[in-house]
């Protein structure tokens, strides 16, 4: 597989958590930013409502047999704005709590949606320019007896 090199002086990559209601209709898109990645995943982000909402929202607003969570990886040329798709994931992201937490709640839409029969709507009142930063930590356990 060959593909275009994206110089990441030159872009920006996001990964894009979309939710698609039981009609297979856009019901929310939530743009993280990937500011800093590590091993593949996600560092530091933050969540944006840039132009991405609109871009995707005219490409993606039905599409059919799709249901639930996806994510999609782009790069975005910072001279032109030209996005670049790189990968689209049937799945929830490693960095989903971000956009969880900036209050899009997937998992309560899935579970509305398949055991109260509940209709989502598009939701767009989650949190812009919320900021995510991971980090490793230690665990230290004195005097820890011998298995």
């Known amino acids: 597989m060959y593909l275009e090199y994206l110089d990441p002086n030159e872009h920006t ?3 894009i958590d979309l939710y698609f209601n039981r009609d297979s209709e856009l019901s929310c898109c939530v743009p993280r930013k990937r ?8 560092n530091k982000g933050m969540t944006l409502k840039n132009f991405l909402i609109p871009y995707v929202m005219e490409r993606f607003k039905k599409v059919p ?7 999609f990886q782009v790069f975005v040329k910072h001279s032109t704005n030209d996005v670049y ?9 490693g960095g989903y709590p971000l956009s969880y937490l900036a209050g899009a709640n997937f998992p ?17 009142s989650w949190e812009s320019n919320l900021l995510m930063l991971r980090y490793d930590d230690e665990v230290l356990i004195h005097d820890y007896p011998e298995q």
């Open 65 to 71: 047999g799709v249901y639930g969570c996806i994510n």
């Open 13 to 15: 990559e996001f990964t």
């Open 108 to 124: 309560g839409w899935i579970i509305a949606e398949y055991t109260d029969s509940s209709q989502i709507d598009y939701f767009d």
């Open 35 to 42: 500011i800093e990645v590590r091993a593949g995943e996600v």
């Open 85 to 93: 798709g790189v990968e689209i994931n049937p799945r929830f992201g």
